[in-house]
């Protein structure tokens, strides 16, 4: 993406900035053949044949194009790369390093690679809430909560069809953990046909076939919204209006000279509470019934979990509601974040 | 019993239009299938899955049948004993159909992972004593809904994908032979469902899919469907070729079988029933008797229908005897000499039917 980039830039003719035949976006001709190189193969959908093999050899190489001024220049400039992954700089300043063939990823390292990597689409895990993690308001029934065994099930939608019909296998999952980015309102992704499609927009329609189906005619749904501090990054310089179905986003800022944060709530907290309340009024528009909303960053532990309490706190008034103890839960959780 | 065979022979088949089979078999004087409260009971229960029976499949010539489960297992039964003779763990625990090999030393499964598995009953079993994976089949974008083995090979099978795909695959290699359907080619607009490969012909196959239409292919030829049947109005959830080869059933959400000419592209018969003030309930999977004279159906709600092929009459319903499986019944064949029918349920248990408890042919 980046060597196309500025391979057209090297070609453009007429460009003001242009000093001599090459501009701050021309790579050297030997990297240049490493990176053709590269594209070729990965084209090829051979990546497999050389990774993980030879990346310590390649490491140095892949070091030294990320560093170079025009790498770096055309990097300045992802903003206008739809399909490139935000957390690129996070891997590769450290591609030496990572390459070793004795690193061992990092918790950190684990939650950036996800979604930029292809699984095979469905996950899962069996978790209990520890003992430790007490809250202040727990009765004493919630004491033996640690044995109480949930499932986790992560499903990658976009790996799945487009029917649903594989859904049918979830249909005894106790509640349905939608999650949405919250910057995907300007992101694009590109299909085999090369059409483009707002992120934002495919999370509402896939949200809404899952809702609609009459599997999931009964169940719960907590509406996961992350990315909340990318959100607030983002916010300031485009406008949430880029989505369609937000168009009428207009907050309404006071420039209270006194700048009291609990009583001006900042943009992204606007911006969060709006898109909450409209897949709040999407779902009870087609079940009736009220969505859980919680937000989540998922690179900080604690707000996730804070969502899974919600999580069993809404199992638990089910479990109320109904009268009736059981041994195991699960949940599902298709997300649409790439 | 063999009316049916003789019923389409030839230029008569030119005179069954769309739907009337069996008015041409009632005006000929036929009489349904009968069957008294004897004749066809449930003589084994097989126990042991703790999950949901989504699939099975018996051994073409033994009596042996794999069965998979949302327990994330295969288990290989003797169905004359109830022995279990394997218990598999699977990497994926979405398991959706699975397969027994024609020599009966291998099965395949696939599901939600996207991809087919194949393990060698054979082999040895590792240190925690699963069998390990023989070979895994990727390229699927989407799940492997099906997979047969072509007839009398060990080393190709079929899947079909929620990838709007099917594949013939070279098992030794891993590799795709085929692919039919998908973004270059003309094939199935949504996801695929069911395949069933015909028995007098194996170079031929029919899939059935969420886009309501049953296709007939070619092996030979990947780039375009021999035919499209049209009918159904809803997925198609099941398809199974007649004994004869020249016609195929199919099962579908709008709670339908049919029965369709693979020469003509004609919807020969539709199997229903209205079901009073209920929604009628979505066919899950079909197969039929050695003759073809009868269709089994398995529903969503426990149902499992014995259809009079040729009358288009609901002669008895599994459903309702005693011993019946009390859940959705998500799978059923039949033995390879047709002397029983064994049903999967989402009560995960798997239960075999035998003929006036005896097994002989019918």
């Keep these: 993406m980046e060597l196309q980039f500025s391979e057209s830039h090297f070609l453009a003719t007429g460009n003001a900035n242009q000093v001599d035949e090459k501009n701050i976006y021309s790579i050297s001709p030997r990297l240049k053949a490493f990176s053709s190189w590269l594209l070729q193969i990965m084209m090829s959908g051979n990546l497999g044949a050389i990774f993980p093999a030879a ?93 109480v065994r949930y499932q986790l099930i992560r499903v990658h939608a976009d790996s799945l069809g487009e029917n649903c019909k594989w859904l049918e296998m979830f249909e005894d999952v106790d509640l349905v953990v939608y999650c949405v980015s919250l910057i995907d309102y300007d992101e694009f992704y590109e299909d085999i046909s090369g059409v483009c499609t707002n992120k934002m927009l495919a999370s509402k329609k896939l949200f809404t076939n899952i809702v609609t189906h009459p599997i999931f005619a009964e169940k719960d749904f907590l509406l996961i919204l992350s990315k909340f501090d990318l959100l607030e990054e983002k916010i300031e310089h485009v406008p949430l209006t880029q989505c369609d179905w937000f168009q009428d986003f207009n907050p309404v800022i006071s420039f209270s000279p006194h700048n009291n944060n609990r009583n001006n709530p900042s943009l992204a907290q606007r911006a969060f509470h709006y898109i909450a309340v409209k897949y709040k009024r999407l779902f009870t528009s087609i079940t009736g019934r009220k969505l859980f909303v919680s937000p989540v960053t998922g690179l900080e532990a604690d707000s996730v979990d804070k969502a899974l309490k919600y999580g069993r706190e809404i199992l638990r008034w089910d479990e109320d509601r109904y009268a009736f103890s059981m041994n195991s839960t699960e949940s599902m959780e298709p997300s649409t974040s790439l | 019993m063999h009316n049916v065979e003789r019923l389409v022979a030839g230029r008569k088949r030119l005179l069954l239009l769309d739907t009337d089979v069996a008015g041409y078999a009632r005006s000929q004087g036929k009489t349904p299938v009968t069957f008294g409260p ?192 049209h009918g159904h109005e809803g997925d198609v959830n099941s398809v199974k070729f007649f004994p004869d080869g020249n016609r195929f059933g199919t099962g579908s959400d709008d709670g339908t079988c049919r029965l369709f000419d693979i020469r003509t592209g004609h919807q020969l018969q539709v199997y229903y029933q209205p079901h009073g003030d209920n929604d009628v309930p979505p066919v899950t999977s079909i197969a039929f008797s050695i003759s073809g004279r009868l269709l089994f159906a398995g529903y969503t709600n426990g149902d499992c229908y014995v259809w009079d092929t040729l009358l288009a009459k609901m002669v008895l319903n599994l459903g309702s005897l005693h011993n019946s499986h009390d859940a959705r019944i998500s799978c059923l064949g039949l033995s390879a000499d047709g002397s029983a029918l064994c049903t999967g349920s989402s009560d995960t248990n798997l239960k075999i039917w035998a003929f006036g408890g005896h097994r002989r042919v019918i």
């Design chain 2, 38 to 229: 004897t004749d066809l009971v449930c003589c084994r229960t097989l126990q042991g899955h703790t999950g949901k029976v989504y699939s099975l499949d018996w051994t073409p010539e033994r009596n042996r049948i794999v069965s998979a489960s949302q327990d994330g297992r295969l288990i290989v039964w003797n169905a004359l004993t109830s022995q279990k003779t394997h218990a598999i763990k699977l990497p994926c625990a979405w398991v959706m159909t699975c397969a027994f090999s024609p020599s009966g030393q291998s099965v395949a499964c696939g599901g939600l992972d996207s991809v087919c598995s194949i393990f060698n009953l054979n082999s040895q079993t590792d240190r925690d004593g699963n069998l390990p994976v023989t070979r895994m089949l990727s390229g699927h974008k989407g799940y492997v809904s099906s997979c047969q083995y072509v007839p009398d090979e060990d080393s190709h099978l079929v899947t079909s994908s929620g990838d709007q795909t099917c594949v013939l695959w070279d098992i030794t290699t891993g590799l795709r032979t085929s692919v039919f359907g998908g973004e270059f080619q003309s094939g199935h607009t949504a996801d695929v469902l069911s395949i069933s490969i015909n028995g007098s012909n194996s170079r031929m196959f029919v899939s059935g899919s969420c886009d309501s239409t049953a296709r007939l292919w070619d092996m030979r030829v990947a780039s375009r469907a021999v035919r499209t049947f």
């Design chain 1, 55 to 147: 990346t310590r050899e390649y490491a140095p190489l892949v070091e030294e194009l990320w560093r170079d001024k025009a790498f770096q220049a055309t990097y300045e400039r992802r903003n206008e790369l739809l399909m490139l992954p935000r957390v690129a700089d996070y891997f590769l300043n450290r591609a030496v390093e990572i390459s070793r063939m004795d690193y061992e990823p990092c918790e950190m390292d684990i939650l950036y690679a996800e979604g930029i990597t292809s699984s095979n689409g469905v996950a899962s895990m069996e978790f209990s809430f520890s003992n430790s993690s007490r809250d202040g308001y727990m009765e004493p029934v919630d004491q033996n909560d640690h044995l």
